[in-house]
T-cell receptor
């Protein structure tokens, strides 16, 4: 069955430090992969997505992610974290068939940023 | 451009009561989704509409949950009767066509507490 695993429930980094959030997926075919961010009381906002082509994907707010098929991973990175990046981050895989357009989400990683 | 609107923002009910949530998608978006996000988990798709027709409701607990999108625009999700385990944030999302990999726009959600 298709699934997404985010092994880190909670991560704390210092402002200005680099960040990497891990995501592993299980999917039989070439996946559509996404990273979303959710700030408190807000809906989910798309950071970036991977469909095909270049395995290094650039997103909004200075985030990037790298698709590694051999490791079934799609880790999210940012070279220098800002206090406003504190939020919950969700990795998702897209399932498509017929008219179905479904996202399977991981359990999320809560990011705290220390001053 | 106005985003996805949801109401109410919060709702507290007792178990066995009924409750309804409302969603107005982005204008012109044909596809509408309801997701359930339980604390500590990623969002889970409950139902997907394409215009006013149901595309996927495989994870909707149909004995107590119902949803409609009568005119292909706004939608209502109902729970009757509610159980304690229904406590969650209910997110509505929309997309233009529901095609593969298309970006979903999420509302801020309705936080339901069942006591």
């Amino acid at each position: 069955a298709q699934s997404v695993t985010q092994p880190d429930i909670h991560i704390t980094v210092s402002e200005g430090a680099s960040l990497e959030l891990r995501c592993n997926y299980s999917y039989g075919a070439t996946p559509y992969l996404f990273w979303y961010v959710q700030s408190p009381g807000q809906g989910l906002q798309l950071l970036l997505k991977y469909f095909s082509g270049d395995t290094l994907v650039q997103g909004i707010k200075g985030f990037e992610a790298e698709f590694k098929r051999s490791q079934s991973s799609f880790n999210l990175r940012k070279p220098s974290v800002h206090w406003s990046d504190a939020a919950e981050y969700f990795c998702a895989v897209g399932l498509y068939g017929g008219a179905t357009n479904k996202l399977i989400f991981g359990t999320g990683t809560l990011l705290a940023v220390q001053p | 451009e106005a985003g996805v609107a949801q109401s109410p923002r919060y709702k507290i009910i007792e178990k066995r009561q009924s409750v309804a949530f409302w969603c107005n998608p982005i204008s012109g978006h044909a596809t509408l989704y309801w997701y359930q996000q339980i604390l500590g988990q990623g969002p889970k798709l409950l139902i997907q509409f394409q215009n006013n027709g149901v595309v996927d409701d495989s994870q909707l607990p149909k004995d107590r949950f119902s949803a409609e999108r009568l005119k292909g625009v706004d939608s209502t999700l109902k729970i009757q009767p509610a159980k304690l385990e229904d406590s969650a944030v209910y997110l509505c999302a929309s997309s233009a066509r529901g095609s593969s990999g298309e970006k979903l726009f999420f509302g801020s959600g309705t936080q339901l507490s069942v006591l």
